[in-house]
């Protein structure tokens, strides 16, 4: 190992800062409790830790299996496992979602790789959408999530493995090349296996992770500075409430093994209107449309993002009527 390699591995970053913040609200507890002695910021902190309690292992049981995907299987094989044909390989790609179990965070650089080993961009796409919102660890949190609603799990399946499968078809119909900028991430290529696993886990874990607490942090203030009427006002409404949660998912950028836990806090609406919550998230939110400006350029992420938000919006008001 050269000098300045030693240098970097010990350099502080974001994860060295959390764990610091983590040891200092430890150590004074005490007087952090005392602050937080009044009633609407006990609510508050009660609700945070809930979210965070629940959706921190499936989060870090993700972003670690993703890692072991995204740094230890060969790119190629998807290649090799996806039929020729264009048409059937958008349906087989989404499908494949299953297998990942890992966030959006990491489905934008795989699906890039997928499209710079000849995977037609129609099936990488329609995987990008497909894997955050139907992998086990996804399903699975929401069953958590919503122990008297086994259905939603079975609606949040459907409906994201339509919107998948529907903007792949649409990508072959109306796609140009030249809207998308071949990606690269040289970052995890010049690197050993063992260091690049855990540089994935360490870029996984702060991206996804910081959502996760940003997300907390607004489900609680949600809950606790906006007056129950407005909420109400518009739980009431059946197309508010599904345009109102399918907004809220694009600016919340709650990673996908923890926006179920954010979605069941909501329990002013109705599950038709947080099934579009948990359909929205995974396919359109803020990270990830900036994720896809910088993997895919900005001509994608203009075109792309506003259409999968009009397709996953529309699909999951269908299979909602159907299945909730």
Do not use: Y
């Not at 990508?171 to 260091?195: C, N, Q, V």
Request: charged share 15%; proline share 6%; net charge positive.
């Amino acid at each position: 190992m050269e000098p300045h390699d030693e240098v970097r591995w010990w350099r502080f970053g974001s994860v060295e800062v959390l764990a610091g913040l983590l040891i200092l609200l430890v150590v004074f507890q005490r007087p952090v409790a005392s602050v937080i002695s009044t009633p609407r910021l006990q609510t508050w902190t009660t609700v945070f830790v809930s979210v965070m309690v629940q959706a921190v292992p499936f989060l870090v049981f993700g972003v670690l299996l993703s890692a072991v995907i995204a740094v230890f299987v060969p790119r190629s094989f998807w290649a090799r496992a996806l039929p020729r044909h264009p048409a059937l390989a958008v349906p087989v790609a989404s499908a494949a979602g299953v297998v990942l179990p890992g966030c959006e965070c990491g489905s934008v650089p795989i699906a890039g790789s997928l499209i710079r080993r000849g995977v037609t961009p129609a099936a990488a796409l329609a995987f990008l959408l497909a894997a955050p919102a139907i992998n086990p660890i996804v399903l699975a949190s929401t069953a958590v999530a919503f122990p008297d609603n086994p259905e939603m799990v079975v609606g949040r399946a459907v409906a994201s493995l339509i919107v998948a499968m529907i903007m792949g078809w649409l990508w072959l119909r109306l796609g140009r090349a030249d809207w998308i900028r071949l990606p690269r991430r040289p970052e995890l290529d010049d690197l050993s296996k063992g260091r690049a696993f855990w540089a994935a886990v360490r870029h996984d874990v702060v991206h996804a992770g910081g959502f996760l607490v940003l997300g907390a942090m607004a489900a609680a203030c949600i809950n606790v500075l906006i007056p129950e009427r407005w909420l109400q006002t518009l739980a009431d409404n059946p197309v508010l409430s599904v345009l109102a949660l399918a907004v809220l998912a694009v600016l919340l950028s709650i990673c996908s093994e923890a926006d179920a836990f954010v979605a069941a806090s909501l329990s002013q609406f109705s599950l038709s209107s947080r099934l579009a919550f948990l359909v929205v998230g995974p396919m359109v939110d803020l990270k990830l449309i900036s994720m896809q400006t910088g993997v895919f350029g900005r001509r994608f992420a203009a075109r792309f993002a506003p259409t999968t938000f009009v397709v996953a919006v529309g699909v999951a008001v269908g299979v909602g009527a159907v299945v909730l």
